[in-house]
């Protein structure tokens, strides 16, 4: 990965450093979506019983973790590509000052998404850790939702930090929150996408974390099929437009 971003590496080799000395920081976001599994997967989860997913009837908490386990990857690099970003762009000035060495800002980019996407890789990892302890990993296909979230992580890095680039002030995060949970809630994250009205559900279809909530449900349920592969290329290209706004819009605002 580190040889992948190439003189990006130092970009995230310092936020290791700096994390290093910050580690409660990311232990802290790994405890949300366990909590909404305990309360949903199997507090809610027993009085809503078995639900239906791509031809396979399965009970309520093995349909809930999967979409918790892509959100927790949303979560992680979209918290990390706004949050922070902004800090370090308008504030504490990182970026004027790796500017000023060889760096350049395609490089900044990959370093700055590359942390991102091993952030939100840590946060599957752990939540995919209790899952299985809690019986909720059914299917060996499973083994592919840590580069399944990877991948959702850069895309929603690169998107969120694309956006970050237009914030003028902390106000302006709300409206990132607001988006994320709008998100979070309606990306068939607890209820089958059947169970919307016509007309929603089309959206939501085509929401970007649905793609990876279905991804990861057909991946840890082992019920994959080849349009799984829409998602990952959804995903993909959602990933690689953000990773070319960032650098547009980087030397437009550093460099001009």
């Given at each position: 990965?580190?040889?992948?971003?190439?003189?990006?590496?130092?970009?995230f080799?310092?936020?290791?450093v700096?994390?290093?000395?910050s580690?409660?920081?990311?232990?802290s976001?790994?405890?949300?979506?366990?909590?909404?599994?305990v309360?949903m997967?199997?507090?809610?989860?027993?009085?809503?019983?078995?639900?239906?997913?791509n031809?396979?009837?399965?009970?309520?908490?093995?349909?809930?973790?999967?979409?918790?386990?892509?959100?927790?990857?949303?979560?992680?690099?979209?918290?990390?590509?706004?949050?922070?970003?902004?800090?370090k762009?308008?504030?504490?000035?990182?970026?004027?000052?790796?500017?000023?060495?060889?760096?350049?800002?395609?490089?900044?980019?990959?370093?700055?998404?590359g942390w991102?996407v091993?952030?939100?890789?840590?946060y599957?990892?752990?939540?995919?850790?209790?899952?299985?302890?809690?019986g909720?990993?059914?299917s060996?296909?499973?083994?592919l939702?840590?580069?399944a979230?990877?991948?959702?992580?850069f895309?929603?890095?690169?998107?969120?930090?694309?956006?970050?680039?237009?914030?003028?002030s902390?106000?302006?995060?709300?409206v990132?929150?607001?988006?994320?949970?709008?998100?979070?809630?309606?990306?068939?994250?607890?209820?089958?996408?059947?169970?919307?009205?016509d007309?929603?559900?089309?959206?939501?279809?085509?929401?970007?974390?649905?793609?990876?909530?279905d991804?990861?449900?057909?991946?840890?349920?082992?019920?994959?099929?080849?349009?799984?592969?829409?998602?990952?290329a959804?995903?993909?290209?959602?990933?690689?437009?953000?990773?070319?706004?960032?650098?547009?819009?980087?030397?437009?605002?550093l460099?001009?």
């Open positions: 990965m580190l040889a992948f971003m190439g003189p990006g590496r130092h970009v080799h310092r936020n290791v700096v994390y290093r000395h580690w409660s920081i990311i232990v976001g790994f405890f949300e979506p366990v909590f909404y599994l309360a997967g199997l507090g809610v989860g027993e009085l809503v019983g078995d639900l239906e997913f031809g396979a009837v399965v009970p309520y908490r093995e349909f809930v973790a999967p979409a918790l386990l892509a959100s927790s990857a949303m979560n992680g690099a979209l918290y990390e590509s706004t949050m922070n970003i902004f800090h762009l308008r504030y504490a000035r990182s970026y004027d000052a790796m500017l000023a060495t060889p760096l350049g800002v395609g490089d900044v980019a990959a370093g700055e998404i991102c091993a952030r939100c890789a840590m599957s990892a752990a939540f995919l850790v209790v899952m299985l302890s809690m909720l990993v059914p060996a296909w499973a083994i939702a840590l580069p979230a990877a991948l959702i992580g895309a929603f890095a690169a998107v969120g930090m694309a956006g970050t680039t237009w914030m003028r902390w106000a302006d995060a709300d990132v929150q607001l988006v994320q949970m709008l998100l979070f809630l309606f990306s068939a994250t607890f209820y089958p996408l059947s169970t919307y009205p007309v929603v559900a089309w959206i939501v279809r085509y929401t970007p974390l649905y793609q990876g909530v991804l990861m449900r057909a991946l840890v349920l082992g019920t994959t099929s080849v349009s799984d592969l829409g998602h990952v959804y995903l993909l290209a959602m990933g690689i437009a953000g990773m070319y706004v960032v650098r547009r819009r980087m030397a437009t605002l460099l001009d």
